[in-house]
């Protein structure tokens, strides 16, 4: 591996990792918690399991739409690294407002 190709790809995930939070917990309980105080615990869990899937999947959707020729021309796994943070960062925003429309609120937790 060339010297260029190395400080590039050091380079990015130091990017990567700055950009990122550090306690941020891993898909599934985002650092945003959601209440809705007119929704039982069920009916909370359901909620956030179904904006979760619709999540996903449209975000797959998403990611099938672009087509297997839409990052030739570059670094692939630069490429992937930057597309993996966009699709999780899409996800995230897709079942936040699905959580939004549903009527629920972001609860700000303390320390954050």
Request: proline share 5%.
């Amino acid at each position: 591996m060339n010297t260029t190709r190395t400080f590039l790809l050091l380079g990015a995930g130091l990017l990567v990792s700055a950009c990122s939070e550090p306690d941020a917990p891993r898909w599934g309980s985002g650092p945003t918690q959601w209440d809705n105080p007119k929704a039982s615990v069920e009916q909370q869990q359901a909620d956030q399991a179904e904006c979760r899937y619709r999540a996903n999947y449209q975000t797959e959707r998403e990611v099938q739409a672009e087509g297997p020729f839409a990052n030739e021309q570059r670094d692939v796994r630069l490429q992937q690294m930057f597309d993996r943070h966009d699709q999780v960062q899409r996800t995230r925003q897709i079942y936040d407002n699905c959580l939004r429309d549903k009527g629920y609120a972001p609860v700000v937790s303390e320390g954050r």
